[in-house]
């Protein structure tokens, strides 16, 4: 490798990943260049919800007081529901309404340029408007990346790759062996401008206080989910959709999206407001199963383009894993810089690290959360047995008796043809994958 290089690191995306990579390396005194292909950070990114921050705390203290959020979470509900009826659980705590808050809906242009702006504050230079078209190696290892601008090369010891699902730099270091599409998602999402008090309301929450509603069985025959969240002046409401069936299928995203926003438990919160933005996004959805190879000759992965997204139904989370993989990265590769060792075995404590974190446990944990949410147990047949099972406990049926509930559930699981083995086994599937 040259002993000439610009920077000791690059970091390629300036999402949450990228701006915490980048803070680190720059804390760490290491010259670092964070790559954003957009005109700033968060500019390309579709993003529906809510941040949570207990990771932030080891990087900025305090960082409520100052981080650009839309409301504080406080109301968490998850809804399942068919065609027209809809089954809730609504979790409500005033706690998390005050410091150090457990989770916040934001605007991914607003946080993710605060978070950059920590980073440059602290020393990392943000380059934007500009991508990097591919890796420069020497001997087999990288060393740096090549960018679309005229004589754009840059040089460093060490990339890090942050550059969002399906990584190109990760695939051009061959460390994706391959790529299912059955592994992916795709999120359509709309922000719908309502006034902060027909907000408050409606989803009966005051100040800065908001809702997060997740939502099963609202994608028709194409597997996924829905979800509703407050901001300040604004809903963001959306559907995450298995991209093979979706695009098997003859039924356009925005069209489920019209549908779903259409029922019954959905329209009273829509009601009268402005479409002001359509977006959708790919997603890594079956997370740990479809990790790449984190670490590299010269170059770590981390972010969306490791597939560190958290896919797992009761939890649906992202942008905390892509800041404390972010963060992992750019302390393992300052380390690895201090010691002259940038090779993949210098690196290789990125990995044990995250391992010792939530980052990777969590994942590993729920590795089959995925794909036991995307059955067709939960898809299809578990919202029809609940909500039916609750419809008949609820209908009078006077002057006949009451059937008693394990009737009722009896005659319900007949119905949707849930045969008591099945219910069992995955009964038993479900305890031990989120026991």
């Known amino acids: 490798m040259s002993s000439v290089t610009d920077f000791d690191a690059i970091v390629v995306g300036a999402g949450p990943a990228g701006a915490a990579a980048a803070l680190e390396l720059a804390r760490a005194g290491r010259s670092v260049c964070l790559l954003e292909r957009g005109p700033f950070p968060g500019s390309k ?10 990771i932030l705390d080891t990087l900025i203290p305090a960082w409520w007081e ?13 809804m399942i529901m068919t065609g027209d009826q809809a089954v809730t659980v609504d979790f409500r705590n005033e706690a998390w309404g005050a410091a150090p808050y457990n989770g916040a809906t ?28 591919g890796l420069l190696r020497e001997g087999g290892r990288v060393v740096g990346v090549r960018t679309d601008r005229p004589d754009g090369d840059l040089r460093a010891s060490v990339v890090i790759a942050c550059d969002g699902v399906n990584s190109f730099l990760a695939k051009e270091a061959g460390m994706y062996p391959h790529t299912d599409p059955s592994n992916f ?13 027909v907000i408050d309301e409606r989803f009966g929450v005051r100040g800065d206080h ?38 098997a299928g003859d039924t356009r995203p925005e069209e489920l ?30 997370g740990y199963e479809m990790m790449p190879e984190l670490v590299g000759d010269g170059i770590l992965v981390a972010g969306d383009a490791a597939a560190m997204c958290l896919a797992a139904g009761i939890w649906l989370e992202g942008v905390n894993f892509a800041i404390g993989s972010g963060a992992e990265a750019g302390r393992a590769a300052a380390r690895a810089i201090g010691r002259g060792d940038t090779s993949s075995a210098g690196l290789a404590d990125y990995r044990r690290r995250l391992e010792s974190t939530f980052v990777l446990a969590d994942h590993h944990r729920l590795r089959a959360a995925p794909h036991l949410v995307m059955s067709p147990l939960a898809q299809q047949q578990l919202p029809k047995l609940a909500c039916g099972v ?10 006949e008796p009451k059937p008693g509930l394990r009737r009722i559930v009896r005659r319900r699981m007949k119905r949707e043809g849930v045969s008591t083995r099945e219910a069992l086994k995955q009964g038993l599937r479900a305890l031990r994958t989120f026991g």
């Not at 100052?66 to 998850?78: D, F, K, M």
């Not at 934001?106 to 702006?117: K, V």
């Not at 597997?223 to 093979?244: C, D, I, K, M, R």
């Not at 009268?272 to 996004?281: R, T």
């Open 185 to 197: 998602t795709v999120g359509v999402k709309e922000t719908i401008g309502l006034p902060r008090e």
């Open 106 to 133: 934001a605007y991914r242009p607003d946080f993710d340029a605060w978070l950059a702006a920590k980073a440059t504050d602290a020393g990392a230079v943000l380059v934007c408007s500009t991508t990097a078209t």
């Open 66 to 78: 100052e981080a650009p959020v839309q409301r504080w979470v406080t109301r968490r509900s998850t």
């Open 210 to 247: 908001g809702v997060d509603i997740e939502i099963i069985g609202c994608t028709g025959d194409v597997p996924g989910g829905g979800f509703v969240y407050t901001n300040g002046e604004s809903l963001a409401v959306g559907l995450v959709l298995s991209l093979p069936q979706l695009a």
């Open 257 to 286: 999206l019209r549908r779903m926003k259409t029922h019954p438990a959905i329209a009273p919160l829509v009601e009268g407001g402005e479409v002001l933005e359509y977006s959708a996004h790919v997603i890594p959805e079956a």
């Open 390 to 399: 609750l419809e008949d406990l609820f209908t009078v049926t006077n002057p």
């Open 45 to 54: 990114n579709m993003y529906g919800g809510v941040v949570y921050g207990r």
